[in-house]
């Protein structure tokens, strides 16, 4: 007998359950990753290969991929601390502060682009003030040991870097927010009266339990970073080679008509993405063996 | 049929319903009792009734009197006025005021999404290239451009440089452009109808003047530090941002930077050879839904080679032909200059496919094939 797709649950409404989920879930995800792994069946895996092996596409991807890795892991530092921040200590204007962690994803992503834009561009204030004294600093600093900095954020890979925190930011944040609130302080102090130092403590205890939601929120991060487009390519100065990203190539593609090497290069960026979202699945996995859950 | 009613204010019961009481009340059997009691509007009822009434509400509207232009960036503000005109114009001839909505965007991206089925009944493009696009995909005749006067051009542009006020670089032509340490503005012709005018005014320059236009256009991406996407885009750069010393612009463009940003902050400088650009206009034949809306599109379409439009087109600063009720001071305004028109490239289509195609002499430039 032919085992049923969904086994019968005492619980009611199982099957209504089941099938609006997986409804939704293919309307929404499946659907449009099938229809673009069947472009790019259409198109044959060596003219891919061709598509994607071309030195300016790597040089897009390498730019995309590296950045929103540094983003991320700057975003799961700083969102760490600003959830434990947020939760764990009251100031005047927290909740002001709470609420604008949010602003990044509320915001159009234009808008965001052209705001950091006007903030990093050598005549912006940000951006103004690193030319006439960071660089200069900088320089007297480092200048003997070869480095050069001139001083330009907005336009290079730098300014590339920053839409890519700002866009990320919340994602850690938010994910690490309610784990913090659900921490005992019971468990630092039996921690504390054991005899364990504040570094041991924030070692062996309190980052065990931070790890699985801070991973979680540098995984949404990061591919939140990836796909970005509507704010980088603003503060990017899109020069080939340089600081253009893979999503404007695909763009600069389709601009030609050119569907095929769309869907290529967006075939590369998906099997990169599920790489390192496996990956960092995995080592959640693991990182959940070795501590429990908890 | 099951039906549930109301019993007392917080039980309902559900059964077969038996009988219908004179009061509207119904009686239903539950299998263990007879109950009688008003009956309650079912969810999925309501949900159907409520879903009836959002596709009556969000049904399309009679199209016969609207008309969507599509349209490319710097574009805005004379279609703004020209639709004005245009709708007090058809008004005179009797018929009630149309809805006329105009979007803007790069001129590819456009083409790409009437291509891909924006429901556009007139497209006016950057370039004759883009509306060949929308003909291969079948929505308007091979033959569109011979359609309408001038290559189906009511105006015309050029591209000239907008520097920095008292040009403090020397700018004067395109040889000065790829000096060490100029840095020039100019969009992405991957992605920008206007960039790629910019591209071949800069090779029709170097042909004539004996250079490698290759070696040539080379050397000015490469004092090139920002693509925009579009010609927008490079305007805002340049003038808010305050990087480069010399934008290439469309020739209307740079004039309504100089009346929109302040004439003391930037000059035009008009270069020995530019471009003769013709941005064309069609009307998309797939598109039309009726004969009424085919009346409006042509006439929308004719209206623009009309003295009022053409002095409406030299106001915001584009060439136009008909000078008979234009403002002297807005046909004076601009200089003589040698224009180059696209056939001397061979038509689009060869531009297309040996410039900007991929792998094409654009891309080239960035990594040497």
Wanted: glycine share 8%.
């Amino acid at each position: 007998m032919a085992r049923p797709l969904i086994h019968r649950s005492p619980m009611p409404g199982l099957g209504l359950s089941a099938g609006i989920t997986l409804t939704m879930l293919s309307l929404v995800v499946l659907l449009p990753i099938g229809a673009l792994l069947l472009q790019g069946a259409n198109f044959g895996l060596s003219n891919i290969w061709a598509t994607v092996n071309r030195p300016r596409v790597w040089a897009a991807l390498y730019l995309s991929f590296r950045l929103s890795l540094f983003a991320a892991i700057f975003n799961l530092v700083f969102g760490v601390l600003l959830a434990w921040v947020l939760v764990r200590y009251r100031f005047p204007g927290r909740r002001i502060l709470d609420a604008a962690v949010d602003l990044p994803f509320a915001l159009p992503t234009a808008v965001a682009g052209i705001a950091l834009t006007a903030l990093y561009a050598p005549n912006g204030v940000l951006g103004g003030f690193a030319r006439d004294w960071l660089a200069p600093l900088g320089n007297l600093v480092f200048g003997p040991f070869g480095a050069q900095f001139t001083g330009k954020i907005a336009y290079t890979q730098l300014g590339i870097f920053i839409a890519l925190v700002f866009v990320g930011l919340p994602f850690v944040t938010r994910t690490v927010q309610p784990v913090v609130e659900e921490i005992e302080r019971e468990v630092e102090e039996a921690s504390a009266t054991l005899g364990a130092s504040r570094a041991y403590t924030i070692r062996r205890v309190i980052l065990p339990m931070l790890s699985p939601a801070a991973l979680t929120g540098f995984a949404l991060a990061l591919a939140r970073a990836v796909g970005e487009y509507g704010s980088v390519i603003f503060i990017a100065g899109n020069i080939p080679m340089l600081t253009e990203i893979a999503p404007l190539l695909i763009v600069i593609q389709l601009e030609e008509f050119n569907y095929d090497a769309a869907a290529a290069i967006g075939i590369a960026m998906l099997a990169i993405s599920f790489a390192m979202l496996l990956a960092i699945n995995l080592i959640q996995i693991w990182s959940r063996r070795r501590i429990g859950h908890v | 049929m099951i039906t549930t009613i109301r019993i007392s204010d917080r039980i309902t019961a559900q059964g077969e319903e038996i009988a219908k009481e004179a009061d509207g009340r119904v009686t239903i059997a539950t299998g263990l009792h007879m109950l009688t009691g008003w009956p309650v509007t079912r969810l999925l009822k309501s949900a159907a009734a409520a879903l009836a009434l959002a596709m009556v509400t969000l049904a399309p509207q009679a199209q016969a009197q609207s008309l969507l232009n599509v349209s490319y960036d710097p574009t805005r503000e004379f279609y703004r006025d020209y639709n004005a005109a245009f709708a007090r114009h058809w008004e005179s001839l009797g018929n009630s005021a149309p809805t006329i909505e105009t979007s803007h965007g790069g001129s590819g991206s456009q083409a790409r999404a009437v291509v891909d089925g924006l429901n556009a009944q007139v497209v006016t493009l950057a370039l004759a290239a883009d509306i060949d696009r929308v003909a291969e995909a079948g929505k308007l005749p091979e033959d569109w451009q011979a359609q309408l006067p001038h290559n189906s051009s009511p105006y015309t542009s050029t591209i000239v440089f907008l520097v920095r006020k008292g040009n403090p670089k020397e700018l004067n032509d395109w040889g000065d452009l790829v000096e060490e340490g100029v840095q020039v503005i100019t969009p992405n012709p991957k992605t920008s109808g206007g960039a790629r005018w910019n591209y071949l005014a800069a090779w029709a320059w170097a042909e004539k003047n004996g250079q490698d236009p290759q070696e040539f256009v080379g050397k000015l991406y490469k004092n090139t530090p920002v693509l925009d996407n579009a010609a927008r885009g490079s305007t805002t750069t340049f003038a808010q941002r305050g990087i480069g010393d010399v934008l290439l612009a469309w020739e209307n463009e740079a004039y309504l930077a100089l009346k929109e940003l302040g004439e003391d902050q930037f000059d035009i400088v008009v270069p020995s050879v530019s471009v003769l650009a013709e941005p064309p206009v069609a009307l998309v034949e797939g598109n039309i839904a009726n004969d009424a809306q085919r009346e409006l599109a042509n006439e929308y379409l004719n209206y623009l080679y009309s003295p009022e439009a053409q002095a409406l087109a030299f106001k915001h600063f584009y060439r136009a032909w008909d000078t008979s009720a234009a403002a002297p001071e807005d046909v004076e305004r601009f200089p003589e200059v040698e224009l180059v028109d696209i056939e001397s490239f061979g038509g689009w289509k060869q531009v297309q496919d040996e410039h900007f195609g991929d792998g094409g002499i654009f891309d080239q430039i960035y990594v040497p094939q």
